[in-house]
């Protein structure tokens, strides 16, 4: 029996419907991915789910006691308290005396004079039954490996993020709704999560542009496209290649529509000859086909970005020596050589907190390094997208954002007014003149990426530019960049958009150890140091650029025969490992018993592991 059953729902807010007559539903054991542009609707759909918004018409099916628990996108601000008394909340009502409790607890450790409200409290709780309650928050704390007694406003922001998921699964839903809930979380935070909710065996649904993550979790793909929900079952790519086609049909029984419109229209036009043997029911078949082209919904454009023709920088941009910097005592980067030249795409990876933007900002000559030397290059002109956006103006219009007043923007030597010039970045006339502080997440995104492309620069520098930006405006920015003929330093928790843009990366690895490999995201797990713990900042330099040297050690027998079998075995792993990624995939695998899901998964995880080992294996023999 399916979790949540939607019939025929639609909701409107204006003109046009955001939720059209929408049809699906959850089955137990599912994880749904919803995907689509900006403004379509998705976190709608969430709070419609959630039953935080009734919608204006249809039904909606819930199985007997179903309970359905959210993630938030933003982590709220200011929240006080203990980790316990945070994740309590999860349960309500009852979550109230549960915190009573906890509170009680450890006042009377030092204050003995407590211990009568601590009576009154333990009587209430198990009047109420509530000790199984209070075992659900310390096993759910344990299952997330939090600290109870922590205080939520001294935790970093992945860690908040964790204990608000432990907020959500104290209850035990049966199905959690996630919005993008990989924002701002760095690349160990988003690995954690994908490896908890592939283990966990409620249903999702889940909205998020980060493609490595919907690669790796979701079982089934929806879309809402102009009020439209469609259903892709499979992986993220096989959806891609299907949208392609239903656009492709789409256009062409439009193109048909729009030519017989204007066929009926020549004919309804003629003289009186023709309005004489007119067929009325020609004429109301006729006024119908207007009517069906008046409510069609166009999909919306795509973003047209473009980078200003420049001079060029100088071939060398950045050259750091033996660079050094410390905050506060605590050394940020020990020992840092890098050349970065024109034309050099280079990704920055590392926690938050771990010294990103400030490596930046050593790069560019905005602090001065603790020791060491940095050399910037000539004819650098900068642009710089600000993780913060604190470039954007809220008391401003998106218009005056970018146009700093003026009415006119100069692109590539042609002045442009700034409504049209908008227009690329999908902002209409009307949105344009509206404060900046009534943007969404994804508008500011691109308020800022149209004020980045409005200056002329050879050096962009992007610090988190993907969080809340939709995934067609994704694939084109990294498209811009991937041809984009100066030179980019991004910072990105972003893996996928990562492997797609940089040549390089240069990763904070622990205490203060930074080093720069060839490749991207993946090519870095390849060339790490392979036991992963963090390197001594006391040894030789970082491998900067450079290729791995054949060795010129001979092979024994057994090793040479243990070459030649590693391909079959890789082969062989590999077909499995795609047979039962394809079985996993479909929505039906999850109706099996919880023992028959929970083998498969261990066996994935089991050829995962056994693979990495084998590759690493070959890779060293090879050498």
């Not at 046009?16 to 137990?28: A, C, K, M, S, Y």
């Not at 309500?92 to 009154?120: C, K, N, W």
């Not at 954690?192 to 909205?207: A, K, M, P």
Request: charged share 25%; with cysteine; net charge negative.
């Amino acid at each position: 029996m399916p979790l949540i059953t939607f019939r025929d729902i639609s909701l409107s807010y204006g003109d046009q419907p955001l939720l059209d007559r929408v049809n699906f539903q959850i089955d137990g054991g599912e994880r749904l991915c919803l995907i689509g542009r900006n403004g379509a609707g998705k976190s709608t759909l969430l709070k419609v789910t959630a039953a935080e918004i009734i919608a204006d018409d249809g039904e909606i099916v819930r199985s007997a006691g179903l309970k359905v628990a959210q993630l938030p996108q933003m982590v709220p601000e200011n929240i006080q308290g203990s980790v316990f008394d945070y994740v309590a909340t999860g349960l309500g009502e009852a979550g109230t005396l549960v915190r009573r409790y906890h509170d009680l607890t450890i006042q009377l450790a030092s204050d003995p004079s407590v211990m009568p409200a601590f009576e009154r409290c333990h009587q209430q709780l198990e009047n109420a039954g509530g000790w199984e309650l209070n075992q659900k928050v310390e096993a759910t704390l344990s299952r997330l490996k939090l600290n109870g007694d922590a205080q939520m406003q001294q935790l970093s922001g992945g860690i908040k993020r964790r204990v608000l998921l432990a907020a959500a699964l104290v209850s035990d839903p049966d199905l959690l709704l996630l919005d993008e809930p990989t924002n701002h979380l760095d690349i160990k935070a988003i690995e954690w999560l994908e490896n908890f909710l592939v283990n966990w065996q409620g249903s999702l649904l889940f909205i998020t542009h980060d493609r490595a993550f919907l690669r790796k979790l979701a079982t089934r793909i929806i879309e809402l496209d102009r009020g439209q929900l469609t259903d892709w079952p499979g992986d993220y790519d096989s959806y891609l290649q299907g949208k392609q086609q239903q656009l492709a049909t789409e256009q062409k029984h439009n193109a048909l529509f729009d030519k017989r419109l204007a066929q009926e229209e020549v004919w309804i036009r003629q003289g009186i000859k023709a309005r004489r043997t007119r067929n009325e029911g020609r004429v109301r078949a006729l006024q119908a086909m207007r009517r069906e082209r008046a409510q069609r919904r166009e999909q919306q454009g795509a973003a047209r970005l473009g980078a200003q023709d420049v001079q060029q920088s100088g071939k060398l941009v950045v050259m750091a020596e033996e660079m050094q910097f410390a905050f506060d005592g605590k050394p940020v980067i020990k020992s840092l050589s890098t050349t970065i030249m024109r034309g050099d795409k280079i990704g920055i990876i590392g926690p938050n907190g771990s010294g990103k933007t400030t490596l930046i900002k050593l790069l560019l000559g905005e602090l001065q390094p603790d020791a060491g030397h940095i050399k910037l290059g000539t004819n650098l002109q900068i642009a710089y997208f600000d993780q913060y956006r604190r470039l954007v103006d809220d008391n401003k219009t998106v218009q005056d954002n970018v146009g700093d007043g003026s009415d006119t923007v100069t692109v590539n030597g042609q002045s442009r007014h700034v409504i049209s010039y908008l227009q690329d970045f999908l902002f209409n006339p009307q949105r344009a003149r509206q404060p900046a502080s009534v943007l969404s997440g994804g508008e500011r995104n691109r308020l800022m990426l149209a004020r980045l492309f409005s200056k002329p620069a050879n050096l962009l520098v992007l610090d988190e530019p993907t969080n809340d930006l939709d995934m067609d405006t994704l694939d084109l920015l990294e498209e811009l960049l991937i041809d984009f003929p100066g030179t980019v330093l991004l910072v990105s928790h972003d893996r996928a958009f990562i492997n797609n843009v940089v040549t390089s990366t240069v990763v904070f690895e622990g205490d203060g150890v930074v080093n720069e490999y060839v490749g991207g995201f993946n090519d870095w797990l390849r060339q790490r140091p392979q036991s992963h713990t963090k390197p001594s900042g006391n040894t030789a330099k970082p491998p900067v650029k450079t290729k791995q040297k054949a060795s010129t050690k001979k092979l024994g027998f057994n090793e040479q025969r243990e070459l030649k079998i590693l391909p079959k075995k890789i082969e062989e792993l590999e077909n499995e490992q795609s047979e039962l990624t394809t079985t996993m995939s479909d929505a039906g695998f999850y109706t099996q018993s919880k023992t028959d899901i929970a083998d498969a998964q261990q066996r994935m995880q089991y050829i995962t592991q056994e693979l990495e080992k084998l590759y690493q294996r070959w890779e060293e023999l090879e050498i």
